[in-house]
């Protein structure tokens, strides 16, 4: 071996590393188990923390000002419970009941708003209407009082036949029938079918804590279910079928009622997108752990290498938990995935270790020198993949996200951890078995002879056939498949939505983003089914968003500044505030005059003798409303009644710094399509309103004085995931960038020649190209989750050329080099595919297109390595024997003579 007759301060390095694990097996077994008892102890106490806002920056202006709006109303979102039958009155009742049952659970519930007087409204609803219509129902009103009070004139003969005048208001009621999109026509927040009951609750703690959502929604399920067994109530199903009203609102045959219902809600959403993830680990981790043994089995053809290099791999992945746990303290959403990650590339090392002390036993080693030149030999390119592959998890620290940064922090650890690991494991064990037999390591793993050099028959060199051939073949084949990925239309072209395209018309557009969150969750997830439902029902979007006004004066500007400037918030739906409920002040004058002019003509026609007796039964009811409604005069901000101002103003539990008015903005947009939602978010971001300070202090309400301006920001989960969104696709971006300067980076200082290093990330930058071509052929895209597999991917793939160009680099052929590492590589690989496929058992969209994305970047990985890396090497050992004149069969037979390290070609 070139390292024992000729060796650098590296090697001498290694050598004595490894001379001392094969004479202290014991030792170094000792120190690997007490370390896995103390990191299985601090791996017990790590726990989850599903706290989705510590994932992001506090100093983000976005978490600043949700905080805030969290400490005045207790949260940025409601969750929401839906009750579904036909039967109104049944609705009404058990809305009713479930509100006292969840508002007496004062330690998890804040509030249960469902309903809300409208008597208010409806009397003053005159003063809202716009006065041109107010007219209009006033001549159409005294047009049919004028002709009952002349019919109702014994001496009325009508000559001509005239027919009665009839009072149709039905357009004028349904233009004013609601506030915003409340309908002022009930009090309970029901449906315009009368179908649906929609009941908003307000839990003690914000969206972000999972952990308690989903505790407290067991909790809330528990008293739905002792409210539906007791004696005379309604029988209560979670049903998230639209048209279940239908079979449920109907009697069963006991006579009971039966209604459906069902949670959705910014709370609710949130769980259930973050446990179905979770859920959908625990099968992919058995699958996975299955899919890598059998693998190992398959290639190792033996029981016991296997054994060595999974027990290894379990015991790095335990060491990496535990050093999470000394050194974060926790995992999160994100990094609750890094044990299955780490496993399915962590083999690697093991895997390449044992076949390369396979291949020193084969060569006819004594069992400590095979063990020793194998954990030098294995150990450089490994070493290398190591701190490659572990820098290109550690970039992820440059995210602003935390679940990134830290995932990226411990995958990089934990890449060195388990290269540390399964090394020292598997050496340690076999240096044990020998030192009990020294027979008995070639027994448990086998051995592999050194492939030969030379042809037995023609004694030449075996060679890769025609490599020029064979590199243009594979080239043109790569390049075609590469040119797919590319947008040819523009890079802002956006392919046409509800069309079906052809593969031809999509190529045009190259593999593309999908921006749509509704690709990633499960199909059908019940929350976002009963969202839509809502959605369509009450023609509201979802949870709004919230903007901080410290007093009135900012809450009035803010309020017209969004209403009377609707093209420069295309993206707003409705605007609701404490002002809402407060007329214009123009417009009421206006209207009070009006309602002046009608009281005199009223009186006056009571004078002429008319009665609201001669009006019909069900319009004498209302004669006495109507004329509350006459009365009605204009009032300010401080005349709306508590019960409707309370929803916007602060908590008495609030920090004074954050005592203050909320208005509430909905979209018009669908949230769950990315684009739109960042678009809704760039719009309401910083809101610039004129106002006019002090005016609510004054006596005269409405006497203009002088205007202030000032920047407003909007506040919720929406502004959250916008920056999130944001984060990821400049994360993702930035991240490959770093990632690919790291690699080239390390693999020049590795090789120390240009060409080389370039030969070395053959497979890696040509793989991932034919990867993003064949999604662009399969219609796959990349989105929000899978765009994170890519610098995961350049981090992993390095290693197929460095394994293959340093066997290369030892004097062999490469058909030698291929044959003697390419079954590790493969093996490496496959397990690392095994380990991602697992992910294609998920029920979680993001998980599926992870693991599909993952696993084709990783097979185009290896075929490049083993067709164009292959003729490359070809090439360049041809030319290096060209300038050396060294005839082909010159090579030790046993492939093994890496005394003379090739030159660069």
Request: proline letters at 5%.
């Amino acid at each position: 071996m070139s390292g024992a007759r000729n060796p650098n301060s590296h090697s001498r390095f290694a050598y004595a590393f490894a001379g001392l694990l094969v004479r202290r097996p014991g030792a170094v077994l000792l120190v690997l188990l007490a370390l896995l008892g103390l990191s299985a102890w601090g791996t017990s106490k790590l726990r989850i923390n599903s706290n989705q806002l510590d994932l992001i920056s506090q100093d983000l202006r976005e978490v600043k000002d949700v905080k805030q709006v969290i400490d005045m109303v207790g949260g940025s979102g409601f969750l929401m419970v839906a009750l579904r039958s036909s039967d109104e009155a049944a609705l009404k009742r058990t809305a009713d009941d479930l509100a006292k049952i969840m508002e007496a659970d004062k330690e998890n519930v804040r509030n249960v708003s469902y309903k809300l007087p409208v008597e208010f409204i409806q009397q003053n609803m005159v003063l809202f209407v716009k006065t041109e219509d107010l007219v209009e129902g006033k001549r159409r009103i005294m047009a049919f009082l004028r002709d009952k009070l002349k019919r109702s004139n014994p001496f009325f003969i009508d000559l001509g036949g005239s027919k009665p005048v009839e009072l149709d208001m039905q357009d004028l009621v349904d233009k004013y029938s609601s506030v915003g999109k409340k309908s002022i026509r009930d009090d309970y927040n029901i449906s315009t079918d009368k179908k649906m009951v929609l009941m908003l609750v307000k839990p003690m703690w914000d969206t972000t804590e999972i952990g308690k959502t989903k505790t407290y929604l067991d909790r809330l399920k528990g008293q739905l279910d002792a409210y539906s067994a007791q004696p005379g109530a309604v029988k209560l199903v979670e049903d998230y079928d639209k048209n279940s009203y239908t079979r449920d609102g109907s009697k069963d045959g006991k006579g009971a009622t039966s209604i459906a219902y069902g949670f959705t809600g910014s709370y609710k959403t949130t769980v259930d997108d973050s446990f179905a993830i979770e859920e959908s680990l625990h099968p992919v981790t058995v699958i996975a752990l299955v899919a890598i043994f059998l693998i190992t089995i398959v290639f190792f053809r033996k029981l016991a290498p296997t054994f060595i290099v999974v027990s290894g791999t379990v015991i790095g992945t335990i060491y990496t938990l535990g050093f999470t746990y000394a050194t974060i303290g926790e995992l999160n959403m994100i990094t609750s995935i890094l044990g299955g990650i780490l496993m399915g590339f962590g083999i690697d090392y093991g895997i390449h270790f044992m076949f390369r002390t396979r291949l020193e036993l084969g060569a006819g080693k004594p069992y400590d020198v095979a063990i020793r030149d194998a954990f030098v030999n294995a150990g450089r390119p490994a070493a290398v993949a190591a701190v490659v592959t572990g820098g290109s998890f550690f970039v992820l620290m440059v995210s602003e996200f935390r679940g990134f940064s830290q995932f990226g922090f411990l995958a990089g650890c934990g890449t060195l951890i388990l290269g540390l690991t399964l090394f020292l494991w598997s050496a340690a064990l076999l240096a044990l078995a020998g030192r009990i037999n020294p027979a008995l390591p070639q027994k448990l793993i086998g051995v592999m002879k050194p492939p030969p050099n030379t042809s037995a028959a023609t004694g030449k060199e075996l060679r890769i056939p025609k490599p020029g051939l064979v590199l243009a073949i594979s080239t043109g084949v790569v390049a075609l498949i590469c040119a797919a990925a590319v947008p040819w239309a523009g890079l802002d072209a956006e392919v046409p939505k509800g069309v079906k395209l052809g593969l031809f018309e999509r190529l045009k557009y190259g593999v593309g983003f999908n921006y749509n969150t509704r690709a990633l969750i499960p199909d059908g997830m019940s929350s976002v089914l009963l969202q839509d439902e809502i959605n369509e029902r009450f023609n509201i979007s979802s949870d709004p968003m919230a903007i901080y006004t410290k007093d009135l004066d900012e809450a009035e500007g803010v309020y017209r500044e969004l209403t009377q400037n609707p093209r420069k918030y295309p993206s707003i739906d409705q605007v609701v505030s404490i002002f809402t409920f407060v007329p214009p002040a123009e417009t009421a004058k206006a209207n009070e005059k009006v309602l002046a002019e009608w009281k005199a003509e009223l009186k006056q026609l009571e004078d002429e003798g008319f009665s609201t007796a001669a009006l019909p039964p069900e319009m004498q009811d209302k004669a006495e409303f109507f004329k509350k409604v006459l009365d009605a005069k204009p009032f300010d901000v401080h005349g709306v009644p508590p019960n409707y101002t309370a929803q916007f103003k602060n908590l008495p539990s609030a920090q004074p710094e954050n005592h203050g008015y909320l208005t509430f903005i909905y979209a018009s947009v669908d949230l769950m399509d990315g684009k739109k939602m960042m678009q809704f978010a760039d719009e309401t971001r910083s809101i610039r309103a004129k106002y006019s300070p002090g005016a609510f202090d004054k006596d005269a309400w409405d006497a203009p004085g002088p205007t202030a301006e000032k920047e407003f920001r909007a506040a919720g989960a929406t502004q959250l995931y916008a920056k999130l969104a944001s984060i990821v696709l400049w994360d993702g971006k930035l991240t490959v960038v770093l990632t690919a300067l790291w690699i080239l980076a390390m693999h020049f200082l590795d090789f120390r020649n240009a060409k080389l290093a370039l030969a070395s990330v053959i497979p890696l930058g040509v793989g991932v190209a034919m990867m993003l071509g064949i999604m662009s052929l399969t219609d796959l895209r990349l989105n929000f989750m899978n765009i994170i597999i890519l610098p995961i991917l350049l981090g992993f793939g390095v290693s197929h050329g460095l394994y293959l160009l340093h066997r290369f680099l030892e004097g062999t052929s490469p058909l030698v080099a291929l044959r003697s590492v390419g079954a590790a590589v493969a093996s490496s690989t496959l397990t690392a595919v095994a380990g991602f496929a697992a992910l294609l058992a998920a029920a979680h969209n993001g998980l599926r297109s992870m693991g599909l994305v993952a696993c084709i970047g990783l097979i185009t990985t290896l075929v490049v390595s083993f067709t164009v890396l292959a003729a490359v090497m070809q090439l360049m050992h041809d030319r290096r024997q060209r300038e050396a004149g060294t005839p082909s069969s010159g090579t030790d037979a046993a492939g093994s003579d890496d005394s003379s390290t090739p030159k660069a070609a």
